[in-house]
């Protein structure tokens, strides 16, 4: 079946470092790709998208491509602040989606 | 708002009662999901529906579990005779629809306690 496989957290990292969570999926068919985030104490809200190879997502700085060739969605962000620690999640298909476990993201000042 | 509504935000019950949690999709949208979010875990798929086909009921993970999408529109969740492991979090999103790579637009979840 469908699956999503993301790097495992929890990651930490200070404040204005490089971030990148990994995230590979199934290659059945070509599913659209997302990553969502989630803010502590809130709902899941969707970061950014890519319908098709090659198309890179984008939104609040975080930048993800969609790699055909290596099944993969890694997320990634020159410089974290604070506001980003997070709960994020990659996600395959329109749809019934199909959602990798979570990566926990903290940001220290 | 504009957004899921779901209700109540939170919900502490006793092992055995039966609770339902409802959610309000964003109007418009015909597809309607329910996940459940453990401690520490990712999103467990339980149901979708999508517009007046029958729902996918595949993730659902015992009989005691049900949902119900009336006018296409609200959704409750139901869980009879609850269990301890029952406790989680649960979401519910809605998206406009399949195949349109729409993204699903999540509630703020219910969290249910069973004592």
């Known amino acids: 079946g469908n699956s999503v496989t993301q790097m495992e957290g929890p990651v930490t990292l200070s404040e204005e470092a490089f971030l990148t969570i990994n995230c590979t999926y199934t290659?059945?068919?070509?599913?659209?790709l997302f990553w969502y985030v989630q803010y502590p104490g809130e709902g899941l809200q969707l970061l950014l998208k890519a319908t098709k190879a090659d198309d890179k997502g984008s939104n609040k700085g975080f930048e993800a491509t969609y790699r055909k060739e290596t099944t993969s969605f890694h997320l990634e962000k020159g410089s974290v602040q604070v506001s980003d620690s997070a709960v994020y999640f990659c996600a395959r298909g329109a749809g019934k989606s199909t959602f990798g476990d979570g990566t926990t993201l903290t940001v220290k000042p | 708002g504009a957004g899921v509504s779901q209700s109540p935000s939170n919900k502490v019950t006793e092992k055995g009662k039966d609770v339902e949690l409802r959610c309000d999709p964003i109007?418009?949208?015909?597809?309607l999901y329910w996940y459940r979010q453990s401690l520490g875990q990712g999103l467990e798929f339980l149901i979708y529906?999508?517009?007046?086909?029958?729902?996918?009921k595949s993730g659902l993970p015992s009989d005691r579990f049900s949902a119900e999408r009336t006018g296409g529109s609200v959704s409750t969740l139901t869980i009879q005779r609850t269990q301890q492991e029952d406790s989680a979090v649960y979401l519910c999103?809605?998206?406009?629809?399949?195949?349109?790579?729409?993204?699903?637009?999540f509630g703020d979840g219910t969290r249910l306690s069973i004592l």
């Open positions: 109007s418009g949208h015909t597809a």
């Open positions: 290659a059945t068919g070509y599913p659209s």
């Open positions: 529906f999508q517009g007046n086909s029958a729902p996918d």
């Open positions: 999103a809605s998206s406009l629809g399949l195949g349109l790579n729409q993204p699903q637009h």
